[in-house]
């Protein structure tokens, strides 16, 4: 997880297109976590983690697994996904990228994951 953070950070004097490519490593990084049911780790990479009670940190990996059944019930299970865009917003430090998912169905989904630039690592909002 740590080189994998560190992969994902970019300096102060970086450039957009380093960040933008930053942003998009972080986003795949946080979807493979999800793709292999890492819920504790893929909780570590939102916004403030260290700030939330240990029980609420427990109670939101346990939300993200229920998300992944729901979310894939009917479509045969999530099987991949791609990151398809991103923006980076006027701050430098938030943005979004756009992923398609694909499921066991062939059927895909497009979503928006935010995400903002803290201490040198780009974080789920």
Same mark, same amino acid.
């Given at each position: 997880?740590?080189?994998?953070?560190?992969?994902?950070?970019?300096?102060?004097?970086?450039?957009?297109?380093? *960040?933008?490519?930053?942003? #998009?490593?972080?986003?795949?990084?946080?979807?493979?976590?999800?793709?292999?049911?890492?819920?504790?780790?893929?909780?570590?990479?939102?916004?403030?983690?260290?700030?939330?009670?240990?029980?609420?940190?427990?109670?939101?990996?346990?939300?993200?697994?229920?998300?992944?059944?729901?979310?894939?019930?009917?479509?045969?299970?999530?099987?991949?996904? #791609?990151?398809?865009?991103?923006?980076?917003?006027?701050?430098?430090?938030?943005?979004?990228?756009?992923?398609?998912?694909?499921?066991?169905?062939?059927?895909?989904?497009?979503?928006?994951?935010?995400?903002?630039?803290?201490?040198?690592?780009? *974080?789920? *909002?």
């Amino acid at each position: 997880l740590a080189s994998a953070l560190i992969m994902m950070s970019c300096g102060k004097g970086s450039s957009t297109t380093d *960040k933008h490519t930053a942003m #998009r490593q972080a986003a795949q990084h946080y979807y493979t976590l999800l793709l292999e049911e890492k819920y504790d780790s893929l909780v570590l990479g939102i916004d403030a983690p260290d700030s939330l009670p240990i029980d609420y940190r427990s109670q939101l990996a346990d939300a993200m697994a229920q998300y992944k059944i729901r979310e894939t019930r009917g479509r045969q299970g999530l099987t991949g996904f #791609r990151i398809v865009g991103d923006s980076l917003f006027p701050d430098s430090i938030s943005g979004y990228t756009e992923i398609e998912l694909t499921f066991g169905d062939q059927s895909h989904e497009q979503i928006i994951m935010p995400l903002v630039y803290v201490d040198g690592v780009w *974080k789920m *909002k």
